[in-house]
């Protein structure tokens, strides 16, 4: 099964990425744009997605920093 | 004294860190597979990119065996000093608080920093006046040393910080100007910049030499 | 691939060409073996329109270990017992399409090329040519990108970046340059040689997976189920990974101190193609690969694809059979898949093979030696080739402010901004970092427990300025030659040998190849009478962008030794009170032709540069070298871009130090202060010291006090260091804001 | 509107960080993992999300070696 994992940045702790691309943006004429974040996509195929978890605990996201969310890919999104 | 320095696939400065601990020692290389750290001493995480510094830095290399073993050792009291990616591994090992952060330019950046040395408890800075100064080299992208407010509390009051950013020298952003912290007993200390690089003036300073000699002289105690 | 055209042409291969390979095959080329021949028949691998040029370059001497011809030359150093290796090469191209990665892989092949001949590297410099950052978002972005992908590169694998040079003019905005250099040591006894020997012994492969990269326009060779749809499959850009290499580079290093291999080689352009036919050539022997043995990161490759993929991180190595289980031992040490996929044989051909079935089979020489050559058909431009910039600076001018906005403009302003990206200290080695001095210099023996005698070191160069090639090929390539050899004479060192890397246009435009060869022709000349071997280089032709070619230029890079870098020479002044002197050729005769100046007051490239007698400037190269070696000179800088009052600022901001000077009569004070030419050094210390020097020393004053203050003959220039501090400082961040 | 891109490297072209996570995963007990691929998550608010691709494009990702793909919050997947 194919999951996706998605990882930012804890809120608070300075997102130096996303705020150097909120102020790119507007340079571009992208002036709309606000609370941009960056962080780590990782996708994967795995047989338990259930110990997708675990790993994102023990490997993929520093739990300190970073808060991670697990999409599996039956429950995905529209794509525009 | 005996150091062992640690190789991962990655590592970059560690024949630095290890012609440095041989200024006051006698040192070799442990390989990232080993378990056996008989006849050591004192324990250096060398700079670099372990495992490519992929997916967040240090977070690869500290489920390598030897990092099994050197949780061990740092448990029983043992010295272990992390330089720059070594203190990444370190703090994503949990043997230090704190996480070290993409620097906020984003930008690598190599710059000889000033230090002051903090009074703290730390063994790896002991042959230092409290608040001397020390020229070394930082260089980094991730350097941003960052914890929770009261995780910063604690250390502070817990005599944890040994070394801050002499004002206008913390390039990365690091939390109230902390480059170097140790853990709660003193033996294991992480900084970002580099004292194997600083262990002779004609390469542009030999401040660093103080954290060896300190582990020299705890050593010998 | 249009209807109209056929797959050879479509490949860049001529009908002349084409009709040279089914004469020596005897029979037309088949799809795979014609994408081989059209890479091996490229300007980039068969040196078509540059290898008659190349014969000039003196290329023997005393210290010379390796030659051209090998993935880098190395020259003796030390006692005796070590060998330095260095090469420069471009990654134009592909930087222009994607700078970062462009850049990056620029850099891996370099590191490639030194450890393939056994050398552990030890560091790298770039040289970097883009647009005017004024007026080109392009340029900024190519110069963010770049920058940044040679500091991930450099910074990952563990070698330091030490120097460079960057230079920013309109034609480079379509074409920018990205070259590296890269220094290695080894024991001379340890150096290997890529020539496959022995019938029977085992081809290996090893380090990343094979996939896409690279292969680009070939995909036209592609079988025709692939619809368009597919193009995607079709990935052209090479992507880097240092970790990879690092992994490889000690793979190699360690397979060598193991003495477990007979032959190494890195694959760079041409992948898999050239290495082979390469190492079969030079053993005179004949391989057979099978693909399918290659490890791939895509299943469906092609046998051309898997043949012609430019994947980074690959090393071939032939290896006797009965030693092949402890390489492959070694390669799962580190990580790296180690694979064998063929076996040296004594046809003299090239055979592929796909799973066992023959897919190809040709002639080693007719890939490697019967590449036609070309003869350039040089002429002179009748009328002068390169527009005038934009001006910058007004003639009227005060000559302090003059002084100001010519170091704060791209080419003159520091370069912090750059060096503080990359990592100049991994290794121990660098005594000299970037601004510090005119040339990097590093320990070849990093033990600082050693520190009580002499510390024997390198130093190294590298340079190139298009602008004054543009003017006059010959000369600007002699200058070029001559700047390195004054910046090693600075630190105090002693040439040893040069690489080049030649960044040319279009050679088959009778402009272009007047330039190409009267450049080649400057650098032989001047190599010659210096005495100093050309050991390796590269060739980058066709850089031309829609503006129009690049500057024609050469960028030069020299090693040099000195017997102890306790006494390296450094830019700045070190204390208040001591004297500074002029040290100059008696032929020097700077002028504005040429000139960072005339550049900025918007004049063409054009006007005669200075003619220099190269004996009398080695002599005073060999003098300055003597100064600085006994340690008694404070600092020793040459006059260089910017001129003599530039100079003078670089020792300034070098230090925080003023100086009061009064400068000699001249008949042009304007030429004196920024006129540009070889020959001329700014030195500081003690008067007896700067006396020393004789004849061709002239003392100007002291250092000390907050102002840069010159004085004489129409000139009047006093401006504060803590202004020129701050505009050489700010202005390449504000330039890229 | 909130908008996530995600944004991977292209089919074919080197994903080093994936390759590196994916030999990671089993020495931690995670042995049924395959094609991993590590790439990046864009987080922003737009008023106008019809520019997002434009965005994309220009600045989030690098359409030589990147592919991307625009997540509205609104057709977002469910979480586990
Ligand atoms: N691309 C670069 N990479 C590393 N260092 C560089 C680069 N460009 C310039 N530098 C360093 O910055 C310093 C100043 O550069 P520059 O003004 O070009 O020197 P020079 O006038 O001697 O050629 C030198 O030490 C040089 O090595
Ligand atoms: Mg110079």
């Known amino acids: 099964m194919k999951v996706r994992v998605l990882i930012r940045p804890k809120a608070g702790i300075l997102d130096a990425q996303g705020q150097t691309v909120e102020r790119a943006l507007p340079a571009l004429g992208f002036d709309d744009v606000r609370n941009v974040h960056v962080g780590r996509l990782v996708e994967l195929e795995v047989d338990n997605p259930a110990r997708v978890a675990e790993m994102c605990e023990r490997l993929l996201a520093n739990p300190l920093i970073e808060d991670y969310e697990i999409v599996t890919a039956a429950a995905d999104g529209a794509r525009t | 004294m005996n150091f062992g320095v640690i190789r991962f696939p990655g590592s970059c400065d560690e024949t630095d860190a290890l012609l440095a601990a041989r200024r006051v020692g006698d040192a070799r290389l442990l390989w990232h597979t080993d378990r056996d750290l008989t006849g050591i001493d004192a324990i250096i995480i060398p700079g670099g990119f372990s495992y490519g510094d992929y997916l967040r830095v240090g977070a690869i290399a500290r489920f390598s065996p030897v990092m099994a073993e050197v949780e061990r050792f740092a448990g029983h009291g043992g010295l272990v000093l992390g330089i720059c990616n070594g203190f990444q591994v370190l703090c994503e090992a949990g043997l230090l608080p704190g996480a070290l952060l993409p620097n906020t330019s984003l930008r690598f950046t190599c710059r000889q920093v000033e230090l002051e040395v903090t009074k703290s408890r730390s063994r790896w800075t002991s042959a230092c006046e409290p608040s001397e100064l020390l020229s070394i080299p930082a260089k980094h992208q991730a350097g941003r040393y960052w914890a929770p407010d009261p995780v910063l509390d604690e250390i502070e009051e817990g005599g944890q910080v040994a070394l801050r950013y002499v004002p206008g020298n913390n390039f990365n952003g690091s939390s109230r100007d902390i480059a170097g912290v140790c853990n709660r007993a003193g033996n294991v200390m992480g900084l970002m910049p580099h004292p194997e690089h600083a262990v002779d003036e004609l390469t542009g300073s030999a401040d660093g030499l103080k954290l060896f000699e300190s582990a020299l002289a705890m050593a010998l105690a | ?737």
């Open chain 3, 1 to 737: 691939m249009s209807a109209t055209e056929s797959p050879h042409r479509a490949l860049g291969l001529t009908d002349f060409e084409y009709d040279l390979i089914v004469e020596k095959l005897g029979r037309d080329p088949n799809g795979v073996e014609l994408a081989i021949f059209s890479l091996m028949w490229s300007e980039h691998c068969g040196y078509k329109h540059s290898r008659k040029l190349l014969g000039q370059l003196p290329t023997e001497g005393p210290r010379v270990v390796m030659g051209p011809g090998e993935n880098a030359g190395a020259v003796s150093v030390g006692d005796g017992s070590l060998a330095c290796a260095f090469k420069v090469e471009s990654h134009n191209h592909p930087s222009a399409v994607e700078p970062f990665q462009g850049a990056a892989t620029g850099v891996g092949g370099i590191l490639r090329d030194i450890f393939a001949i056994g050398a552990r590297p030890i560091a790298v410099l770039d040289s970097l040519r883009f647009g005017e950052l004024e007026h080109s978002a392009r340029s900024r972005y190519l110069l963010e990108h770049a920058v940044a992908g040679i500091g991930h590169y450099g910074n990952s694998i563990g070698v330091p970046t030490v120097g460079g040079e960057i230079y920013f003019e309109a034609p480079y905005e379509q074409n920018c340059l990205i070259n590296v250099l890269c220094v290695g040591l080894i024991e001379q006894d340890k150096l290997i040689r890529s020539a496959a020997a022995g019938v029977g012994n085992v081809v290996v492969l090893f380090g990343a997976r094979t996939g896409r990269d690279g292969i680009g326009g070939a995909s036209v060779l592609a079988s025709a189920e692939l619809g368009e749809g597919d193009e995607s499959k079709r990935p052209t850009v090479q992507i880097g990974d240092p970790f990879e290499e690092n992994k490889v580079m000690h793979c190699s290093l360690e397979l060598l101190d193991k003495g477990l291999l007979v032959a190494l080689q890195d694959l760079g352009a041409a992948g898999l193609t050239s290495s082979a036919s390469e190492m079969a050539s030079k053993g005179e022997v004949g391989l057979d690969i099978d693909v399918r043995r290659v490890p791939l990161r895509e299943a469906d490759m092609e046998p051309f694809e898997i043949m012609i993929s430019e994947s980074q991180e690959r090393m071939l190595c032939v290896v006797e059979p009965q030693r092949l289980d402890e390489v492959l031992a070694v390669c799962e040490r580190w990580e790296v898949h180690g694979t064998a996929i063929g076996e040296v044989t004594d046809t003299r051909t090239l055979r592929v093979f796909d799973a066992g079935e023959l897919v190809g089979e040709m002639p080693v020489t007719a890939l490697v030696d019967d590449c036609p050559v070309y003869d350039l058909e040089p002429a002179e431009p009748a009328s002068q080739m390169y527009p005038a910039s934009d001006p910058v600076i007004g003639a009227g001018l005060e000559q302090g402010a003059t002084l100001l906005a010519m170091i704060g403009s791209g080419n003159l302003s520091s370069r912090r901004w750059v060096y503080e990206q990359y990592d100049q200290i991994v290794g121990s080695r660098t005594v000299r970092r970037p601004a510090q001095a005119d040339a990097a210099v590093l320990l070849l023996e990093p033990d600082a427990k050693q520190s009580e005698g002499p510390r024997p070191a390198l130093a190294i160069s590298i340079d190139g300025n298009g602008r004054r090639v543009a003017c006059d090929p010959y000369r600007g390539a002699v200058e070029a030659v001559l700047e390195c050899s004054a910046n090693l004479a600075c630190v105090g060192a002693e040439p040893l040998g040069l690489t080049n890397c030649l960044n040319f246009g279009n050679p088959e435009k009778p402009h272009i190849a007047w330039q190409l060869s009267r450049a080649v022709a400057g650098l032989a000349d001047v190599c010659r009478s210096l005495s100093v071997p050309v050991v390796g280089g590269n060739v980058s032709l066709y850089n031309e962008g829609g503006g129009g070619p690049i500057f024609p230029t050469p960028v030069v890079g020299m090693v040099g030794e000195l017997p102890d870098a306790r006494t390296a020479g450094r830019i700045g002044f070190r204390d208040e009170g001591e004297v500074v002197a002029l040290v100059a050729a008696p032929s020097w005769k700077p002028s504005l032709a040429g000139s960072e100046l005339a550049k900025l007051r918007g004049e063409a490239p054009a006007g005669a540069l200075p003619t220099v007698d190269v004996g009398e400037i080695g002599a005073l190269h060999t003098a300055v070298r003597q100064a600085v070696r006994t340690g008694s000179l404070s600092s020793a800088h040459d006059v260089a871009d910017g001129g003599l009052a530039v100079a003078l600022a670089e020792c300034c901001l070098s230090s925080g130090l003023g100086a009061r000077l009064e400068l000699p009569t001249h008949e042009d004070p304007e030429a004196l202060l920024f006129g540009e030419s070889p020959g001329a050094f700014v030195v500081s210390g003690s008067s007896r010291a700067v006396r020393d020097l004789g004849e061709y020393a002239e003392i100007l004053g002291e250092v000390g006090g907050p102002n840069l203050k010159l004085r004489g003959h129409g000139i009047d220039l006093t401006v504060r260091v803590d202004a020129l501090e701050l505009t050489h400082g700010e202005a390449l961040p504000s330039l890229l804001q």
